[in-house]
């Protein structure tokens, strides 16, 4: 067995793209993946890979696996000979426990490499125009803790001597719930009540939120403008150049946090445009795609295809991921899309025509409405399918309204079954994260995406999201699966396509003043 190793990889402070080149590729081919509670989703879920995955985040005042549960956890991996990245919030060795952690490693016997991570008590400042240092007001940056900071006992840090330090910034994590006794201390201690202050909420997030003012009144700020962890608080000249450096432009959808439900291989696209109008992406996907073989429907699939040249033959696809997944399969057996002349194409709407217009092929019929019934109705009434042979492509789940209403006209039908699709169970902490920090708009591009958001949660802890989020569909179809489980929708694309639904979306939110 080979022998396992434990890469102890900062995941940077909240946005996903701030993880090392280093800490990315790692996190990429390992086998296990051990993750806090501020890891960014992303970072967890589409992988090449799918890793085994252990949740060990800790959240102020509920249950949580002690420290030393987690290093017998990696500890127990990595005698199994796996490769695992233990992310980790920040940086290892800033306040996350990472020392402890490689102590132990070290300890067992367990090969590990640490691989540094961007800190919030850096990045957050910088997202706002605060730089740590800067020649004219600081030549000096402390790093503290506030946890506990109340408690003489257990609170190390010597905040009578950091009141006293001038010409310096500090920056204190997880002290929001100790802010007034800090404060206190600080001034108790001689820092000048005046002194410039901030405290950075989510930092790094399109949702970041931030406060200034002066030391003694940052509490009082903070607790009206309802700051909540993760937060961190910056205390000293530079949080002055935050207006002239601030850099981080608002956007159409600055502040807005969206759910998208689509599969993770999938999302990506939408997730980007979502971004650079300013949301805050929460990946949650309640579907999951993979390819099905489905030999007897491709054996009769090749049969159709061998008939005469001058046989009607079409081939229906009703979703972007019946035509990826057919032409999967085809291409990677035939290599060569002549092997399709003879065939006619139909697709539901517009969003499987510009995945099928991927391949070099347009569509030779498009209903008026982009519904499954509708294109058999109107293929039916405008199309003349005597002694004709309709392919229908479709996923597992699909349900036979197509291939019933074309039986009835006595038109042949074959179904080809090219994709499973399944609802995954969402990784451990997702939901909890969920429900702290609920999204403005939750995106569904499929029946299917809505029957897995009820295969992960409970029907009254959908409605609970759903009653303070806009509702926004691709298309009917997924409307009507909507509307079918008591789901009010806010909005359906105009188009029925991701872009379409992204741009209203973003429509929406900028006419709410």
Not at 7 to 15: C, Q, R, S, T
Not at 217 to 237: C, F, K, N, S, Y
Not at 468 to 474: D, F, T
Request: aromatic residues 6%; positive net charge; proline residues 6%.
């Amino acid at each position: 067995m080979r022998r396992g190793v434990v890469y102890l990889i900062g995941a940077g402070p909240g946005d996903p793209e701030l993880i090392t080149v280093k800490g990315r590729r790692l996190l990429e081919t390992c086998d296990a993946v051990v993750y806090d509670n501020l890891v960014a989703n992303e970072l967890v879920l589409g992988l090449p890979k799918t890793p085994e995955r252990h949740f060990v985040g800790k959240r102020a005042g509920l249950p949580c696996r002690s420290q030393d549960e987690i290093n017998r956890l990696l500890v127990r991996l990595a005698g199994r000979g796996k490769r695992v990245a233990r992310l980790k919030g920040g940086d290892p060795f800033i306040f996350g426990r990472g020392a402890e952690e490689a102590a132990h490693l070290r300890k067992s016997g367990v090969r590990f490499e640490v691989v540094p991570g961007v800190t919030s008590g850096v990045a957050a400042l910088a997202y706002n125009g605060i730089p740590c240092t800067d020649r004219a007001k600081s030549s000096f940056v402390v790093f503290a803790t506030g946890h506990k900071a109340g408690d003489k006992r257990r609170s190390a840090v010597p905040w009578d001597w950091i009141a006293k330090a001038r010409q310096g910034t500090i920056v204190i994590y997880m002290g929001i719930g100790e802010l007034p006794k800090i404060v206190r201390k600080l001034l108790d201690g001689g820092m000048p009540p005046g002194t410039r202050a901030a405290v950075i909420e989510r930092g790094t997030l399109p949702s970041q939120r931030v406060v200034a003012g002066p030391l003694d009144r940052l509490p009082e700020m903070t607790r009206e403008a309802r700051i909540r962890p993760p937060a961190v608080i910056v205390i000293g000249e530079v949080v002055g150049l935050r207006r002239r450096l601030e850099w981080y432009r608002k956007r159409p959808l600055s502040g807005v946090r969206v759910m998208v439900t689509r599969p993770a291989a999938q999302a990506a696209g939408m997730q980007a445009s979502l971004q650079d109008l300013g949301a805050e992406v929460l990946s949650y996907p309640t579907v999951a795609v993979e390819a099905h073989a489905d030999p007897r429907g491709w054996r009769a699939f090749d049969r159709v295809r061998a008939e005469a040249g001058d046989a009607k033959k079409w081939l229906v696809f009703t979703s972007e991921n019946g035509v990826a997944h057919f032409f999967g399969r085809f291409l990677a057996r035939h290599r060569d899309l002549r092997g399709l002349a003879g065939f006619k194409f139909a697709v539901v709407g517009r969003g499987t025509a510009s995945a099928l217009k991927a391949f070099h092929l347009s569509p030779d019929f498009i209903p008026t409405r982009a519904f499954v019934g509708t294109l058999a109705k109107e293929m039916l009434a405008r199309l003349d399918l005597s002694a004709a042979t309709v392919v229908r492509v479709r996923g597992s789940l699909a349900d036979s309204t197509l291939e019933d209403r074309f039986r009835k006209a006595g038109v042949s039908v074959l179904p080809l079954t090219v994709y499973r699709t399944r609802h995954p169970v969402w990784p451990e902490g997702f939901k909890a994260k969920l429900f702290d920090h609920p999204p403005h708009a939750i995106i569904f591009t499929s029946g299917s995406a809505v029957a897995g958001l009820f295969a992960n949660l409970a029907p009254a802890e959908v409605r609970r999201l759903a009653s303070k989020a806009l509702i926004a569909s691709i298309g009917p179809m997924t409307t009507a699966a909507l509307r079918s489980k008591g789901i009010k929708v806010s909005l359906e694309a105009a188009t029925h396509t991701a872009p379409a639904l992204v741009k209203a979306i973003a429509a929406r939110f900028t006419a709410i003043p």
